[in-house]
């Protein structure tokens, strides 16, 4: 896993392409640290990608085979590495975006749904592979994945393991849009740039706000909301855009420093 950092945006790349991008117990473990470091005053953007044809096979299968399996320890295992995964990225403060410039299968496909913005190469293909290999989605995936695209949809992709195109992947929401592969770097930096010029920790409380909210009652839901709305009112990225708004400027909410 390659991790690059430039002008506020902080680059991780799956960078093992001879195997399509699969990824080991030890790569998901790097990948949760690196997120969980991430912080709004250094970043206002994370973006996902995979070198090569591929964004990620998932998990290692053939690292899979040379485990011993137990079951205490194997939860633990997978509760430390790809469950550390899902933690580090649902709950982290800088929005998230996947580039998906090639397939993404299993956990790959998982750690799109993951992601709070996606965008895929026309030429992509998706699969919940799981089952192809005896497993349980994991990483989220029995639960992000019918949030996105709906209950019935999730069981037939987990249960078939079957491909789907990018626009297909479109249709469902498991990205926002299916671009021609020459135009996906241009879509995500744009896209990135827009970020850059929004307040990244007010991001940061809505992203809190839609996850903690998922599945609790409207009651429950407005009276979280109403509490974060309170904080945000309290930050000085409030504070910013109410003055830009009445010295009708654009608000200068996010500096870092190169």
């Given at each position: 896993?390659?991790?690059?950092?430039?002008?506020?945006?902080?680059?991780?790349?799956?960078?093992?392409?001879?195997?399509?991008?699969?990824?080991?117990?030890?790569?998901?473990?790097?990948?949760?640290?690196?997120?969980?470091?991430?912080?709004?005053?250094?970043?206002?953007?994370?973006?996902?990608?995979?070198?090569?044809?591929?964004?990620?096979?998932?998990?290692?299968?053939?690292?899979?085979?040379?485990?011993?399996?137990?079951?205490?320890?194997?939860?633990?295992?997978?509760?430390?590495?790809?469950?550390?995964?899902?933690?580090?990225?649902?709950?982290?403060?800088?929005?998230?975006?996947?580039?998906?410039?090639?397939?993404?299968?299993?956990?790959?496909?998982?750690?799109?749904?993951?992601?709070?913005?996606?965008?895929?190469?026309?030429?992509?293909t998706f699969s919940c592979a799981?089952?192809?290999?005896?497993?349980?989605?994991?990483?989220?995936?029995?639960?992000?994945?019918?949030?996105?695209?709906?209950?019935?949809?999730?069981?037939?992709?987990?249960?078939?393991?079957?491909?789907?195109?990018?626009?297909?992947?479109?249709?469902?929401?498991?990205?926002?849009?299916?671009?021609?592969?020459?135009?996906?770097?241009?879509?995500?930096?744009?896209?990135?740039?827009?970020?850059?010029?929004?307040?990244?920790?007010?991001?940061?409380?809505?992203?809190?706000?839609?996850?903690?909210?998922?599945?609790?009652?409207?009651?429950?839901?407005?009276?979280?909301?109403?509490?974060?709305?309170?904080?945000?009112?309290?930050?000085?990225?409030?504070?910013?855009?109410?003055?830009?708004?009445?010295?009708?400027?654009?608000?200068?909410?996010?500096?870092?420093?190169?």
């Amino acid at each position: 896993m390659h991790v690059d950092t430039d002008d506020g945006v902080l680059e991780i790349t799956f960078d093992r392409p001879g195997v399509l991008n699969a990824i080991t117990r030890e790569t998901a473990v790097t990948l949760a640290e690196t997120i969980e470091d991430a912080s709004p005053e250094e970043y206002h953007a994370i973006v996902l990608s995979g070198e090569g044809d591929a964004f990620s096979a998932g998990g290692d299968v053939e690292a899979m085979a040379e485990e011993p399996v137990a079951p205490r320890a194997e939860y633990e295992e997978v509760e430390e590495t790809f469950g550390r995964v899902v933690e580090a990225m649902l709950e982290c403060p800088v929005p998230i975006v996947a580039k998906v410039n090639g397939d993404a299968v299993g956990a790959g496909l998982a750690i799109v749904a993951l992601s709070d913005i996606a965008y895929a190469a026309a030429d992509a293909t998706f699969s919940c592979a799981f089952v192809k290999v005896g497993l349980i989605p994991d990483t989220g995936g029995t639960f992000m994945l019918p949030e996105i695209v709906g209950l019935r949809t999730a069981k037939k992709l987990a249960f078939t393991g079957e491909f789907f195109d990018a626009e297909r992947a479109a249709d469902l929401d498991l990205v926002n849009e299916a671009v021609p592969a020459d135009e996906l770097e241009t879509r995500v930096t744009e896209t990135v740039d827009r970020l850059g010029r929004r307040p990244t920790d007010v991001i940061g409380m809505m992203k809190q706000a839609m996850h903690e909210n998922l599945g609790r009652r409207w009651d429950e839901a407005l009276d979280y909301e109403n509490m974060l709305q309170v904080q945000a009112r309290a930050t000085e990225s409030h504070e910013e855009g109410v003055a830009a708004f009445l010295e009708g400027r654009e608000p200068a909410f996010n500096e870092y420093d190169d």
